[in-house]
């Protein structure tokens, strides 16, 4: 059974920086995709980047990118996502997500598996 815990959310003035962590468990991810997807309230679930496990260059929502970078850390089953230059746009609940496969989907609907979500706020 595939698990994905997210943490590292939190409450932080805007400009600054947050680092949120997914820690996977239950498979040999090598062939999965890893995703991080955010959802304010009222607002549909909004893709945010994504990276496969195998490595390659991840694909970033606009919004997000030259300010957030999505890593792995191979041997501790843990996908990360650095935020800097915090915007109170970017307040969400974050979510890390998995699927099976090499595409970078922006597509919630593609992906198989869910953690349970990290709030990130940013005040002005």
């Known amino acids: 059974q595939v698990q994905l815990v997210e943490s590292g959310g939190g409450l932080v003035q805007a400009g600054g920086s947050l680092r949120l962590s997914c820690a996977a468990s239950?498979?040999?991810?090598?062939?999965?995709?890893m995703g991080w997807f955010r959802q304010a309230p009222g607002k549909e679930r909004e893709f945010v980047a994504a990276?496969?496990?195998?490595?390659?260059?991840?694909r970033y929502a606009d919004s997000v990118k030259g300010r957030f970078t999505i890593s792995r850390d191979n041997a501790k089953n843990t996908v990360y996502l650095q935020m800097n230059s915090l915007k109170p746009e970017d307040t969400a609940v974050y979510y890390c997500?998995?699927?099976?496969?090499?595409?970078?989907?922006?597509?919630?609907?593609?992906?198989?598996?869910w953690g349970q979500g990290t709030q990130v706020t940013v005040s002005s």
């Open positions: 997500a998995a699927r099976y496969g090499s595409s970078l989907y922006s597509d919630h609907m593609k992906y198989d598996y």
């Open positions: 990276s496969r496990w195998s490595g390659g260059s991840p």
């Open positions: 239950g498979r040999t991810f090598s062939t999965y995709t």
